[in-house]
């Protein structure tokens, strides 16, 4: 299956923005997911990951205490709350699913949505 990441755009640096992940196949529920970001002449790299149980979360450190993952298991979405934006948070980000406990090497991945962060 693929999933889908939504939400990206065009905020001023101290923004917020809320992506989504979502697939239209599966239950997200059981699969842990992971997000991931590649900025411009970068490799991309991971940045949070939500567990299969949903009660823990793991970021990156130059995310933490930015970055919320959370879910909408009604919705079949997985959200990352991305408050404080600063200008070296732009990339396309990504989402990935695992059907693990914890996030893997991402076995499903999707479409991404840029986020640019500019004055």
């Known amino acids: 299956f693929q999933l889908q990441a939504s939400g990206g755009g065009l905020v001023q640096p101290g923004g917020s923005l809320r992506l989504s992940c979502t697939a239209s196949?599966?239950?997200?529920?059981?699969?842990?997911i992971g997000w991931h970001r590649q900025a411009p002449g970068k490799k991309r790299e991971w940045i949070a990951c939500i567990n299969r149980s949903d009660d823990d979360r793991t970021y990156l450190d130059s995310v933490k205490g930015r970055f919320t993952a959370s879910r909408d298991n009604a919705k079949n979405t997985v959200y990352l709350q991305m408050d404080s934006l600063k200008p070296e948070d732009t990339a396309v980000y990504y989402c990935?699913?695992?059907?693990?406990?914890?996030?893997?090497?991402?076995?499903?991945w999707g479409e991404g949505t840029q986020v640019t962060v500019s004055s």
């Open positions: 990935s699913a695992d059907e693990t406990e914890w996030c893997g090497v991402g076995h499903y």
């Open positions: 196949t599966v239950t997200l529920r059981y699969y842990a």
